[in-house]
């Protein structure tokens, strides 16, 4: 009978080297599924993914889910899908500035509303996004250096999110829906002008307008009515001078009754 301690040890050897390989495999299947340039970290305590400068085009399928801070500044990214950080619900940081972001659906940071302390959106292409793409969203925002269109739409979303302490100057007006407006920061300007109630007065009277042009219509269908049946009925009567007395009578009789 051999003894019971060498087994064991084997046993036990080969246990451990069973779990170092599929460890080994899984470390390396991850690091596969990592995108080009993209790699994880410990920073302060935090899982971090970083993905600078990787000459990203979207934002990556495979982002760990346990991911606290989450880099993928300097890439090309031009667009944020609906549910794009959906997977991640343990972020805390999203860094975002220095892509090539010129819209953003509404919906791509569902999920993160409730643990989201810091969004940079920062030297993007952002020229008009909905408040609705931000609804729900804690985090502080970083919207600076952008091509903003300073209009109604981006006052609301100025006051739907909380800007980071110091951005709001650098959010500033490319083009505007007053030429005089462009090249001031958007604060500034929102100091003496109320877009959206601009917006609506000019509503108001372009309605005032069309119901104006309509009434004039009416009116005047109204008098070529009235002076055509004039025209007819003048005519009528001179027709009726023009016949014998008996007849006449007759036929004025008539014509009296049809006009009144």
Known sequence: MPPVEPFVLRSTTMWLLLQSVFLLA???????AFPKGCYPSEEE??????????RLTEVPKYIPNDTNKLYLDSNRIPFLPRDAFRDLPLLLELDLSHNAIAGVESGAFRGLGDHLHSLDLSS????????DAFSNLKAKVNLSNNPWLCDCRLQELIRTVELVAGSSGGIVCDSSVQEEHVGKAFLQVIADTDFCNMYKKTTDIAMLVTMFGWFAMVISYLVYYVRQNQEDA???????????????????SSTISTVV
């Open 26 to 32: 899984s470390c390396l299947r991850s690091a596969a």
């Open 45 to 54: 305590g935090l899982k971090t993914f970083r993905c600078s400068n990787a």
């Open 124 to 131: 993007n292409r952002l020229v008009s996004v909905s408040k």
């Open 234 to 252: 003048r005519r009528h009567l001179e027709y009726l001078k023009s016949l014998p007395s008996k007849q006449r009578r007759s036929e004025e």
